[in-house]
């Protein structure tokens, strides 16, 4: 289902049209990451109860946020001159604030997250499965970002992929089109075909992997079992074989995973991404693995850039990550 759409066409893919994603002087430079509210982007999360439904997260989501919300800031700022529409897309869109568990804290989801950025995107799509947690977003959303061009689309982001494609602005030399997709989810339930249908457009990935809770954690039925879950968040079967043909043990099983999933993005055509540029998040409680936060790019400024968000939301915000 789908609700506030004002445009619903297919883009251009990345073998048509469209500008370089870069220009020579290199706009993702650090004269964009000094010259942002930096403030803005990645301290002011916290906010206020409004009374609608905001799921409870852990604390360590807070980590992940302020990311979100320094990387969504330069994205929306650099790009906008560069580009003639800037899109964000958020698979796993939820209900736009969230509640950390056991206090009285509300935070900005990513979506409005999103929405708050000092250079709004031009199209915001947002997939969420369930009805309760969209109908609040829409709420949130003609509340804080009334002029925003948002559609909303119910259902879960798998099925609808074809509908979330269509909603993706027509892209041509001129008119180029460029999207940030985020992808969120609660455990490593990602579909590879999902992101592969997406990967025909202009479209930087901003990637969750859940390898540290759902993949450790359900080892001995992802390896040994029948379970396809892993299978659908690569897009391969061969991965067994790979892993056992490693043979190292349980705990070499996250840093392999997140190499096969590196491995996928590059037969779309994405960059590799090593460990050391998939940010860790870790519990606040007992210090263990959660999950990876990765980019997914075509170039490597982009992820030269991603380097700098990491050094630079560490030396100069105080995140303790």
Known sequence: MVEQSRSGEDGAPP??????????????SRNVL?????????????????GLISP?????????????????ELFSTGMKFKWDKRVYIDLYAAAGYSHVSGTNIYLKGSPVTALTVTDAFDKYI??????????ALKERTKRIAPAA???????????????????????????????LCLVDPFDFGIKFETLRKLSRFYVDFLVLLAIGMDANRNYDHYVDGNSPKIDDALGNTEWRERWKAVGVRRKGFRPFLASEFSASME??????????RMKLVRSDERNLPLYHLALFSRHQTALKFWDEVLKYSTDQTGFDW
């Open 149 to 179: 061009d948002v559609t909303l689309i119910q259902g879960n982001c798998d099925v609808e992929i074809d509908t979330i494609c269509a909603a993706i602005p027509k892209g041509s030399s001129g008119n180029t089109v460029l999207s």
């Open 34 to 50: 000094y010259n942002i509210d930096v403030a803005s982007a990645s301290e002011d999360l916290r906010v206020e109860n409004d």
């Open 56 to 72: 409870d997260v852990g604390s360590w989501a807070e980590t992940k946020y302020r990311l979100l919300a320094l990387y969504d």
């Open 126 to 135: 947002f997939c969420e499965e369930s009805r309760e947690l969209l109908d």
């Open 267 to 276: 037969s779309l055509g994405y960059l590799p991404v090593p460990m050391d």
């Open 15 to 28: 073998s048509q049209g469209g500008r370089f994603f870069f220009g020579a002087k290199n706009i993702f």
